[in-house]
Antibody
Framework: QVQLVESGGGVLQPGGSLRLSCVAS????????MHWVRQAPGKGLEWVGF????????YYSDSVTGRFTISRDNSRNKLYLQMDSLRVEDTSVYYC???????????????WGQGTLVTVSS | EIVLTQSPGTLSLSPGERATLSCRAS???????VAWHQQKPGQPPRLLVY???RRATGIPDRFSGSGSGTDFTLTINRLESEDFAVYYC????????FGQGTKVEIK
């Protein structure tokens, strides 16, 4: 069965950096685009970014462009989110999610990880 | 950015009743690329419907999606206890955005 497990969350101060990881299993990771989606405490869902199945293209929401970087290692079935210049408003649970459209540009999310909490506070 | 507005904010219903959730887009969504996700407290979201009307794997047939253009609906027939949750619509016609959610609560 498809499994996505995030790690790397924690508490840090504004301006800090953090790298989240997501390990995938139960499917051919290199066949699928992958996303990060976040959810602030008690709030709704916000798409953060996408990486193509082969890592050649990446897209980000306006709120994180220039500060966050998505990458992947298909040999290790791992997805990453490098977060720099963190702000208080980045406090959220961060989910990795599989692209339901596989390698296509249909950006819906057919499997989600359990999430990892990032708290940015002074 | 395509903005999605969900209504109502909260729906109070009894088990066995029908729930009708609405999602309106600020502009027409290309190729009906709308999905619906269910989220229970402390859990990640779960995909219910994609392509406006296609049920995801393992989703009971009491869940159905419909609509096109700017107006989309998720219908849950014969509510069961496990259906009380928050529901989000999501468009993927251009990038990806979510509605603010509709909470279905027990009356």
């Amino acid at each position: 069965q498809v499994q996505l497990v995030e790690s790397g969350g924690g508490v840090l101060q504004p301006g800090g950096s953090l790298r989240l990881s997501c390990v995938a299993s139960g499917f051919t990771f290199s066949d699928y685009g992958m996303h990060w989606v976040r959810q602030a405490p008690g709030k709704g869902l916000e798409w953060v970014g996408f990486i193509r199945y082969d890592g050649t293209d990446k897209y980000y929401s306006d709120s994180v462009t220039g500060r966050f970087t998505i990458s992947r290692d298909n040999s290790r079935n791992k997805l990453y989110l490098q977060m720099d210049s963190l702000r208080v408003e980045d406090t959220s649970v961060y989910y990795c999610a599989r692209n339901g459209g596989g390698s296509s540009w249909s950006w819906f999310f057919d499997y989600w990880g359990q999430g990892t909490l990032v708290t940015v506070s002074s | 950015e395509i903005v999605l507005t969900q209504s109502p904010g909260t729906l109070s219903l009894s088990p066995g009743e029908r729930a009708t959730l609405s999602c309106r887009a600020s502009e027409s969504v290309n190729a009906d690329q709308v999905a619906w996700h269910q989220q229970k407290p402390g859990q990640p979201p779960r995909l219910l419907v994609y392509g406006a009307s296609r049920r995801a794997t393992g989703i009971p047939d009491r869940f159905s999606g419909s609509g096109s253009g700017t107006d989309f609906t998720l219908t849950i027939n014969r509510l069961e206890s496990e259906d009380f949750a928050v529901y989000y619509c999501q468009q993927y016609g251009r990038s990806a955005t979510f509605g603010q959610g509709t909470k279905v609560e027990i009356k």
